[in-house]
């Protein structure tokens, strides 16, 4: 277990960053609701991994929303994944957010570890300062598996279906 800890705290040492980026755009953010994230199973060699995800925006107003897209990784990446979940809370200018407004590029930081079960922390991005609908930054997964990791991250989203996946 203390093999992992430094990789848990150089993950969360960015904590701080959340703060300044979710913000950096300069208009006031509020909770706009939650997105969850389900990740395919996936096998990494040591140098990165691509996982499938699907999305679900369940917002605090209005209908949920569905998102499809890719999480990669590049860096230290090694081990064979079972279906993760990921959440963030979701900040936006206004509490009422539009279907597909979640859609785009999520760029930073990604580190875990599983033996049986096991957790991640994601700290990610809009590549976008200037949208109106961002993530919290930083995000605890769950995962199963045999896995590690300390990699760059890219979550990419598109709109999907309008049905639960």
Request: with cysteine; charged share 15%; aromatic share 10%.
């Amino acid at each position: 277990m203390r093999v992992y800890l430094p990789l848990f705290l150089a993950g969360t040492a960015f904590l701080p960053l959340s703060v300044e980026v979710a913000g950096s755009a300069g208009m006031p953010q509020v909770s706009a609701g939650l997105l969850e994230c389900r990740g395919e199973f996936a096998t990494a060699y040591g140098f990165g991994s691509t996982r499938k995800v699907r999305c679900e925006f369940r917002p605090s107003m209005g209908t949920n929303h569905y998102y499809a897209g890719t999480l990669d990784r590049i860096g230290l990446d090694f081990g064979i994944s079972d279906q993760g979940s990921m959440l963030w809370a979701v900040l936006a200018t206004s509490p009422q957010v539009d279907p597909g407004a979640l859609a785009g590029k999520y760029v930073g930081l990604t580190t875990g570890f599983a033996v049986g079960p096991g957790f991640s922390a994601n700290l990610l991005a809009s590549e976008d300062a200037n949208r109106q609908v961002t993530l919290q930054p930083l995000s605890v997964s769950a995962d199963s598996g045999l896995s590690l990791s300390f990699a760059g991250a890219t979550l990419t989203l598109e709109p999907s279906a309008s049905t639960r996946q």
